[in-house]
Nanobody, 125 residues
Framework: QVQLVESGGGSVQAGGSLRLSCTVS????????MGWFRQAPGKEREGVSC????????YYADSVKGRFTISRDNAKNTLYLQMNSLNPEDTAMYYC??????????????????WGQGTQVTVSS
């Protein structure tokens, strides 16, 4: 069966960095666009960053542009999110997801089929 397992979350102070990883099994990783989403308490899940099958095309939400970097290693079936200059507004549960659609200007939850269980990121001021 398909499994997406996130890791790398934790608690950091404002200005700090974290690197999230998502290891995928049970599907042909190369065939899927991948994305990172987050959900804070009381808020809807939002797309943070998405990356196309080849890794050549990426999308970032305005709130994370210049601070977060998404990447993938297709040989290792792994997705990454490097998060720098974290601030308290980045506090949320972060989820990775796999989907077959790609949009250059959006990262929509409805385009993604498989989801991980999430990893918590907490940023204190």
């Amino acid at each position: 069966q398909v499994q997406l397992v996130e890791s790398g979350g934790g608690s950091v102070q404002a200005g700090g960095s974290l690197r999230l990883s998502c290891t995928v099994s049970g599907l042909n990783f190369d065939d899927y666009a991948m994305g990172w989403f987050r959900q804070a308490p009381g808020k809807e899940r939002e797309g943070v960053s998405c990356i196309r099958w080849s890794g050549r095309n990426t999308y970032y939400a305005d709130s994370v542009k210049g601070r977060f970097t998404i990447s993938r290693d297709n040989a290792k079936n792994t997705l990454y999110l490097q998060m720098n200059s974290l601030n308290p507004e980045d506090t949320a549960m972060y989820y990775c997801a796999a989907g077959t659609a790609w949009r250059p200007a959006a990262c929509l939850t409805s385009d993604f089929v498989y989801w991980g269980q999430g990893t918590q990121v907490t940023v204190s001021s």
